[in-house]
């Protein structure tokens, strides 16, 4: 099983950037790494999604665009750059791991990490 550990959230003003990070360790046959987000009182919305075999990216209709998803092989860290950020991108965003095929449905994914809160003012 993958361990994740996302890192990076913050309080910024619309309009600002961010960068997640999203450290991953153990097992390796992890095919992609997906960005989730949680806004109170919300279900959980994939984000973005990138496939460790290709580096195919895949975003949602709301941040595509503005969001941009990569990653480091090296350092087994995953990146989601945040620009243009909106008031309403403010949630908890999750990093998950699947041994499936990239998608933004959650229900795929198999390890999370523990989440870290972006907070957006207007």
């Known amino acids: 099983e993958v361990q994740l550990v996302e890192s990076g959230g913050d309080l910024v003003q619309a309009g600002g950037s961010l960068t997640l990070s999203c450290a991953f360790s153990?097992?390796?046959?992890?095919?992609?790494i997906g960005w989730f987000r949680q806004a109170p009182g919300k279900e959980r919305e994939g984000v973005s999604c990138i496939a460790q075999t290709d580096g195919r990216t895949y975003y949602s209709d709301s941040v595509k665009g503005r969001f941009t998803v990569s990653t480091d092989k090296a350092k087994n860290t995953a990146y989601l750059q945040m620009n243009s950020l909106k008031p309403e991108d403010t949630a908890i965003y999750y990093c998950a791991a699947t041994v499936k095929y990239c998608t933004l449905l959650a229900g795929f994914f198999g390890s999370w990490g523990q989440g870290t809160q972006v907070s957006v003012s207007s």
């Open positions: 153990g097992s390796t046959s992890e095919t992609a």
